[in-house]
């Protein structure tokens, strides 16, 4: 340590200005910065009535499947389609606004009591750029799937179908059963 800060005095000033930009170079590089593409919506964000449907769910996992299986040792070209059973669930914010009232006698000296209970439920909404009212999703569920077929040129070895079932298990969470893996031909 005590040989690093002789060396550092007897650095130039010149010499110790190119080591503190490279330095401060360095950190700028290390930092991340954050995605300029806004087009992905987090938690709690309001969605766009454009991007509330994601008709494309389903080729994009397919396409990103295939893409995986062909990197792996012995499956060659594949083909993938996936079946959804559901194509999942946005929850949006409500408002719950809840009344009580009770009622207790009549002012005639008998007893009596009555009670009510009123609520309502209204949706939470958020304005875009374009004064649009659009609603304020809190939670998004994924896209349920029913089974998943792949077609692979090394679909008929045993080992090969054995991984690609147990790749599509852990990425979707999916049964064996609802797994189906062939040859090509």
Same mark, same amino acid.
Not at 55 to 82: F, H, N, S, T, Y
Not at 122 to 151: C, F, H, M, R
């Given at each position: 340590?005590?040989?690093?800060?002789?060396?550092?005095?007897?650095?130039?000033?010149?010499?110790?200005?190119?080591?503190?930009?490279?330095?401060?170079?360095?950190?700028?590089?290390?930092?991340?910065?954050?995605?300029?593409?806004?087009?992905?919506?987090?938690?709690?964000?309001?969605?766009?009535?454009?991007?509330?449907? *994601?008709? =494309?769910? $389903?080729?994009?996992? @397919?396409?990103? /499947?295939?893409?995986?299986?062909? %990197?792996?040792? #012995?499956? !060659? &070209?594949?083909?993938?389609?996936?079946?959804? *059973?559901? =194509?999942? $669930?946005?929850?949006? @914010?409500?408002? /719950?606004?809840?009344?009580?009232? %009770?009622?207790? #006698?009549? !002012? &005639?000296?008998?007893?009596?009591?009555?009670?009510?209970?009123?609520?309502?439920?209204?949706?939470?909404?958020?304005?875009?750029?374009?004064?649009?009212?659009?609603?304020?999703?809190? &939670?998004?569920?994924?896209?349920?799937?029913?089974?998943?077929?792949?077609?692979?040129?090394?679909?008929?070895?045993?080992?090969?179908?054995?991984?690609?079932?147990?790749?599509?298990?852990?990425?979707?969470?999916?049964?064996?059963?609802?797994?189906?893996?062939?040859?090509?031909?």
């Amino acid at each position: 340590m005590k040989q690093w800060l002789e060396k550092f005095r007897q650095m130039k000033k010149d010499q110790i200005l190119i080591l503190l930009l490279t330095g401060i170079l360095l950190l700028v590089i290390a930092v991340p910065a954050e995605p300029s593409d806004k087009s992905e919506i987090s938690v709690g964000q309001a969605v766009p009535e454009t991007e509330y449907a *994601q008709p =494309d769910m $389903k080729e994009r996992l @397919e396409q990103q /499947l295939q893409a995986l299986l062909e %990197q792996v040792d #012995g499956v !060659g &070209e594949a083909r993938v389609m996936i079946i959804l *059973q559901s =194509d999942g $669930k946005k929850i949006v @914010e409500k408002d /719950l606004e809840q009344s009580h009232s %009770q009622d207790e #006698g009549n !002012g &005639e000296g008998q007893v009596s009591s009555s009670q009510s209970a009123q609520s309502s439920e209204a949706t939470v909404y958020q304005k875009d750029s374009q004064g649009n009212e659009i609603p304020y999703v809190t &939670e998004q569920k994924t896209p349920e799937i029913a089974g998943v077929l792949v077609i692979a040129r090394g679909g008929g070895n045993a080992s090969v179908q054995q991984e690609i079932t147990e790749a599509v298990m852990a990425l979707f969470g999916v049964e064996a059963h609802k797994i189906k893996v062939m040859r090509m031909k």
